[in-house]
Nanobody
Framework: QVQLVESGGGLVQAGGSLRLSCVDSTRTFRRYSPGWFRQAPGKEREFVAALAWNSDATVYADSVKGRFTISRDIDKNTAYLQMNSLEPEDTAVYYC???????????????????WGQGTQVTVSS
């Protein structure tokens, strides 16, 4: 299974942007669908975005659609989450994850994923 390491979190003002990165140290990322989830204090882990490995088709939570973009660079074994127009409500620990599944219906469920990164803090100030 892939082993994921995240980076790119930080503190930004509302309206700003961040790009999160998720690197697979095993270099077996080609046939895994990456997903991004987030968890705010006192709340359940929430789906953010996912990408199907066979087609690069993407799916997003309604709360981030139009603001966030998931992508991957297969040659670099890296997935990205570009976050624009950040809002204070986006403040959370963000986790990348990977699965060999493809269906959008299951990619939106955290239990689908077999590998997880360590998390990176994103804080958006008003």
């Amino acid at each position: 299974q892939v082993q994921l390491v995240e980076s790119g979190g930080g503190l930004v003002q509302a309206g700003g942007s961040l790009r999160l990165s998720c690197v697979d140290s095993t270099r077996t990322f080609r046939r895994y669908s990456p997903g991004w989830f987030r968890q705010a204090p006192g709340k359940e882990r929430e789906f953010v975005a996912a990408l199907a490995w066979n087609s690069d088709a993407t799916v997003y939570a309604d709360s981030v659609k139009g603001r966030f973009t998931i992508s991957r660079d297969i040659d670099k074994n890296t997935a990205y989450l570009q976050m624009n127009s950040l809002e204070p409500e986006d403040t959370a620990v963000y986790y990348c994850a990977a699965t060999n599944r493809l269906s959008f219906s299951v990619l939106q469920r955290s239990g689908t994923y077999t590998s997880w990164g360590q998390g990176t803090q994103v804080t958006v100030s008003s």
